[in-house]
C-alpha cells in the first residue's frame, strides 16, 4: 500500500442500545487519532447510498459489534461481494462493496473488524466493562494497521 491510499471506516450500530454503539464508538475514537489520509464516518446502519462513498477510497473497513465473533475481536478482508435484494433501510458490508463496484467502477478493499459484544437486549447508552476492553484493543490494532500499511493479513480473531 502506498502511502496516499485513501482509507475510510465506518462504524455502524445503534449507541443507545449498549454494546451495539461499538461500531460508532471504535469510529469516534479513530476519528480523534487524526491519522493522515483517513476518512471516519459512523451510523446506526449502512444504506445503499454507502455505496457511492466507499467508491472514492482504496481501503473500507466496516467496524460493528458482533455477538459471536472471539474475544476481543475479529479482522478479515470482505471479499465475498453480494449478489441479491437491497433494502433502502439496511444493507450488510457485502453489499454495499457490490454496488459500489457495480455502480461506480470501485477496486476498493473491504475488511470486517467484529468487536465481540455482550450486552444486546437492553437500552442504554454506555458500553458494558467487557465490551469496553474489547475495543480498546481493537483500536490498537486498527491504528497499527493503518500506520505501517499493512493490509495484506489474512482473517484472524485476536
Known amino acids: 500500500m502506498t502511502d496516499n491510499q485513501k482509507i475510510l471506516l465506518i462504524g455502524f450500530g445503534n449507541p443507545a ?26 451510523d446506526y446502519q449502512l444504506t445503499v447510498e454507502d455505496s457511492a462513498q466507499v467508491a472514492e477510497y482504496d481501503i473500507v473497513i466496516f467496524a460493528d459489534a458482533s455477538q459471536n465473533c472471539a474475544e476481543p475481536f475479529s479482522f478479515e478482508p470482505l471479499n465475498d461481494r453480494q449478489e441479491g435484494s437491497f433494502s433502502s ?9 457490490t454496488l459500489a463496484e457495480k455502480l461506480f467502477g470501485s477496486k476498493a478493499k473491504a475488511f470486517m473488524l467484529g468487536i465481540r459484544g455482550y450486552e444486546f437486549d437492553q437500552f442504554g447508552a454506555s458500553l458494558s466493562e467487557k465490551a469496553k476492553t474489547n475495543m480498546e484493543k481493537a483500536i490498537d490494532f486498527i491504528v497499527d494497521l493503518i500506520k505501517t500499511k499493512n493490509f495484506n493479513k489474512e482473517a484472524a480473531c485476536f
Open 17 to 42: 442500545r449498549a454494546d451495539d454503539g461499538l461500531g460508532p464508538s471504535v469510529a469516534e475514537k479513530i476519528e480523534a487519532q487524526n491519522l493522515p489520509n483517513v476518512t471516519v464516518d459512523s
Open 89 to 97: 433501510h439496511s444493507v450488510e458490508p457485502a453489499q454495499v462493496m
